[in-house]
């Protein structure tokens, strides 16, 4: 059985990767959910209804982050009995994954999921306004780190909208890379009760399926669009 690991980055807090961890989690209800952000608690709350499995990289001695953790964290995917994965790296472990690749050797690293048989998608969340120059640049680094060995996927947050620069900047770096992006939004529709909703949905713990139809809507289009 091939495993699936979807793996949201980004090392700059605050630019929505648990929010889009929570789109892709709701679109696959069959999913297991791994929380492995140690500063904050976004995803658990966010699907507590789907008990999200915590995965801790601080180094208890040291406290900080320990990359080989990554090893451990794909060593654990490979025993379990499913098929998708869905972890939300927090922003310290993800400053770290481009040095994981680094330290370790991408083509290493791609053998040793290949015989574990795991696929490994990396989605990196960037935004517009003044989050565009370290997303990016985190971007950059990991693009470099990976050489080429595993799919990157952009998510263009769509509530921190690009410039016109920006986003040519951004297009023009995709095309020049070969990689893929697709934009996302928790809702579409900015209205008061839309907006007060979703704060809700994210706060409540229970996702999507205990909506009525009628709030469903805001959010079923903008889920369904998530091209992974």
Same mark, same amino acid.
């Given at each position: 059985m091939t495993k699936k690991i979807i793996s949201i980055t980004q090392a700059k807090g605050g630019i929505g990767k648990s929010v889009l961890t929570f789109m892709i989690a709701e679109k696959h209800q069959d999913?297991?959910?791994?929380?492995?952000?140690?500063?904050?608690?976004?995803?658990?709350?966010?699907?507590?209804? +789907?008990a999200p499995i915590k995965v801790s990289f601080l180094d208890r001695e040291t406290k900080r982050i320990d990359r080989s953790a990554f090893n451990s964290l794909f060593e654990s995917v490979a025993a379990v009995n499913r098929r998708l994965f869905i972890v939300d790296n927090g922003a310290s472990v993800a400053e770290q994954l481009p040095k994981y690749f680094a330290a370790s050797n991408p083509n290493n690293v791609k053998e040793m999921l290949d015989m574990s048989g795991i696929e490994l998608i990396i989605v990196c969340v960037v935004a517009g306004g003044n989050n565009f120059k370290a997303t990016m640049e985190y971007l950059v680094e990991?693009?470099?780190?990976?050489?080429?060995? &595993?799919?990157?996927?952009?998510?263009?947050?769509?509530? &921190?909208?690009?410039?016109?620069?920006?986003?040519?900047? &951004?297009?023009?770096?995709?095309?020049?890379?070969?990689?893929?992006? &697709?934009?996302?939004?928790?809702?579409?529709?900015?209205?008061?009760?839309?907006? +007060?909703t979703a704060e809700n949905v994210l706060q409540n713990g229970k996702g999507l399926s205990g909506l009525s139809p009628f709030k469903a809507v805001y959010f079923k289009g903008c889920v369904d669009s998530i091209p992974l």
């Open positions: 999913s297991l959910v791994i929380d492995s952000d140690d500063a904050t608690t976004s995803i658990s709350k966010h699907l507590a209804y +789907r990991l693009v470099g780190s990976v050489d080429g060995q &595993f799919k990157i996927v952009i998510a263009r947050n769509n509530h &921190f909208p690009m410039s016109a620069e920006q986003l040519s900047t &951004f297009e023009k770096y995709c095309s020049n890379s070969g990689l893929e992006y &697709f934009s996302y939004d928790l809702v579409n529709d900015k209205g008061e009760l839309a907006m +007060r």
